[in-house]
């Protein structure tokens, strides 16, 4: 009797470290998969940044051509793109916008350009994810002049 114990104890000692073996071959995988599938999410979560931020330079490119067509002029210089927003501009003006529409998704502000290039009255820009004019990937400016690009 005392030798079926000591067979079924080493069965179960046996069997034991079998699973712990197969639980660290599953949890290695598993954390090779969990890398791979987190590169690929990163690379698609920067190029939804990007085309919100195309997106929103439209939105301000429409208020921008509003606020030409209420005054007149585009927007001067020295304020740039805050006279779409208070205290510049009111809630009922029809180049109103928030704030808050003035930051790109990397919570940047978005510039605007008088004078842009090729006889252009004016660009809008997002300097990318590091904020700065250049830049590749990530930090790639998105310019009104190119939007479809």
Not at 10 to 24: D, G, H, I, K
Not at 82 to 107: C, H, I, N, R
């Amino acid at each position: 009797m005392n030798h079926q114990n000591r067979t079924s104890m080493s069965e179960f000692s046996t069997r034991r470290a079998m699973t712990f073996v197969e639980l660290l071959a599953v949890l290695v995988i598993l954390g090779l998969v969990a890398g791979v599938f987190t590169v690929g999410i990163a690379g698609k979560f920067n190029q939804s940044k990007r085309e919100l931020t195309k997106s929103q330079i439209g939105i301000i490119d429409g208020q921008v051509q509003a606020y030409f067509t209420q005054t007149g002029s585009w927007p001067p210089t020295d304020i740039g793109l805050m006279v779409l927003t208070t205290p510049e501009a009111t809630p009922s003006s029809a180049y109103f916008l928030k704030s808050d529409q003035l930051m790109d998704p990397w919570g940047n502000r978005f510039y605007i350009i008088i004078g842009a290039p090729d006889g252009h009255p004016y660009e809008i820009v997002s300097y990318g994810a590091d904020g700065q004019p250049g830049g590749t990937d990530a930090d790639e400016d998105l310019s009104s002049l190119r939007l479809r690009d």
